[in-house]
T-cell receptor
């Protein structure tokens, strides 16, 4: 069964450092998403991406965040200068169409120290 | 904020049907009802979705009331692996707003 793959599974970074989280969506999917979940809290939408541009973004997705599809397979989330409060599980998701099921990856646990 | 209301927790005996209710009284005409679940801290897993009609797939059934203000997710024969947090989400697209969900515990 096709799946969304995220790397690394766990990343530790120092406050103020840049971090890039990587995702390989399902190959025929056109819509891509990033969500995050702070420990013990709700899953929160960050951004959606289609046709090489951002479709929607939440208030959380400020200038410190950016997304990119650098080639035909990867989808990345960059945090320019990490803060302690960026510590969370980050989930990538993809879907074939806008209203069908979204497939989520297993997440990258980001710890900012 | 989430536009749905779900009980915070439920128990169900293994092998029985688990019926998870959800209220979404302010749902708009173009919003779908999605159900996802999350096992421990894994990525959310899609279960089923619908617009107006009842839906069934290999995992579950979704019953949506005629006025669309509430729905019920039915897991027909619950197993221990169905223990998870279940989220009912209403949304026109896949920019999903997760609430706190229902923590379903399957009892052996």
């Amino acid at each position: 069964e096709p799946e969304v793959t995220q790397t690394p599974s766990h990343q530790v970074t120092q406050m103020g450092q840049e971090v890039i989280l990587r995702c390989v969506p399902i190959s025929n999917h056109l819509y891509f998403y990033w969500y995050r979940q702070i420990l013990g809290q709700k899953v929160e939408f960050l951004v959606s991406f289609y046709n090489n541009e951002i479709s929607e973004k939440s208030e959380i997705f400020d200038d410190q965040f950016s997304v990119e599809r650098p080639d035909g397979s990867n989808f990345t989330l960059k945090i320019r200068s990490t803060k302690l409060e960026d510590s969370a599980m980050y989930f990538c998701a993809s879907s074939e169409v806008l209203t069908d099921e979204a497939f989520f990856g297993q997440g990258t646990r980001l710890t900012v120290v | 904020d989430a536009k749905t209301t779900q009980p915070p927790s439920m128990d169900c005996a293994e092998g029985r049907a688990a019926n998870l209710p959800c209220n979404h009284s302010t749902i708009s005409g173009n919003e779908y009802v999605y159900w996802y679940r999350q096992i421990h801290s894994q990525g959310p897993q899609y279960i089923i979705h619908g617009l107006k009609n009842n839906e069934t797939n290999e995992m579950a059934s979704l019953i949506i009331t005629e006025d669309r203000k509430s729905s019920t997710l039915i897991l027909p024969h619950a197993t221990l692996r169905d223990t998870a947090v279940y989220y009912c989400i209403v949304s026109p697209l896949l920019e999903l707003t997760f609430g706190t969900g229902t923590r379903l515990t399957i009892i052996p």
